[in-house]
């Protein structure tokens, strides 16, 4: 998976050492979590565009990789739990119709 350039915080010089390494763990973090999130809109959006195509064949291994990435992010609390519930019936709904 490419990683995104991100643009570098510059670090704030607290007083204390552990609010300086709190910092630090939060550009981390956030570059990560900036990534996932990225990840899963572009797998999204390779679903929509199986769906347009009518490829119900690839719209359902497309659907297989978002909600697979949705599940990770709402286990470790990158989305709301429901809201990728949410995207993921709301994407099911639209494969499914195809095959109508």
Partial sequence: ??????????????RHLSAIKRQ??????TAFN??????????TKNVLAAIQKNDKKSAIEALKTVSSLLQKASRHRRLHPKTAS?????????VAALGR
């Fill in 1 to 14: 998976m490419a990683e995104a350039p991100i643009k570098k915080k510059k670090l704030v010089k607290g």
């Fill in 34 to 43: 900036v990534s996932r999130k990225s990840a899963i809109r572009t797998s």
């Fill in 24 to 29: 630090r763990q939060e550009i981390k973090r």
């Fill in 86 to 94: 949410r995207k993921i019936g709301r994407l099911s709904r639209k």
